[in-house]
């Protein structure tokens, strides 16, 4: 039996973190071996308007939580988001991966239907049926933080490239 | 009968190119409203040895009409890349939303276990199942490119958010 809603999204969700962790790991060593303040990247930015790298990284995480969570039909967690350092943030992947990790294949089933509402019981509410909330919101969402990114380190001269974004596949 | 394989591909490829149209309508009249020259943002890139703007979108619409032609087991169309000035990436996006807008959800039926060989014939050559081409391979793929699009125009300046990015869902 297949189970087109997980298989979309958690192994998904693993293949893309695990990938930010090692982009994050080269990240630290070049940084580490130029004396270049950590903190100039991990708060580096696209425009001075878009979030830093560190927020993008909690974001991307919090995607992979929430998705997989709702999709499973279980509470969310609430994640403090109070990583500062790259060690703070490989923690930060490797419990989202621990939590994606622990999801079984068949809690996805039926979840194509299932109504997902967004923003309950603020003026933006929306309901989504399941399908549309992982292919046409969250599978959205999580890519743009994840390529985003890769984005800032490449513009900060990172020497990274799309393979390492696309992880193992 | 659900259609998991063309509800993860097509409508998403609508979604964003649809909204990328957008967001280069938008860019354009900003660059024509400042008296800049639109090649200055066309070749815009994040990062001296990355695509321009131009190249990204090009990608983005060739991912779309890959996967889906791949996916629905129709050759792919070669397409000139020839784009140099936004009309004629609005036309190429146009070219492409009507090419993937003719599949029927059917034809992706099955897909799910179709073998998909990427670069046929060269050292890189790699088989994937239907599943793992369009979740593991091509979703990241075009999500990439349209995000970097996006992440392109915001750092140069254009006037855009992340409801632009997501378009209609």
Known sequence: MTHPMYSA???VFKQMLTALSELLKKAEVHVTEKNIDPNALLQGRLALDMFPLVRQ???AADFAKGIS???AG???????DTEVTFDDLQA???????YIGAFEAAQFDGSESKEIVLR??????KKL????????????QFFFHITT???ILRHHGIEIGKRDYMGAY
């Open 92 to 98: 930060l992947i490797a419990k989202a991966l621990a």
């Open 120 to 125: 309950p019981g603020t003026p933006k509410e």
């Open 129 to 140: 049926a399941g399908t549309a909330y992982l292919y046409n919101y969250g599978l959205p």
């Open 9 to 11: 999204s958690v192994p």
């Open 57 to 59: 990284v909690q974001i």
């Open 69 to 71: 969570s709702r999709l």
């Open 149 to 151: 990114a890769y984005a």
């Open 74 to 80: 279980v509470d969310v967690p609430s994640w403090a």
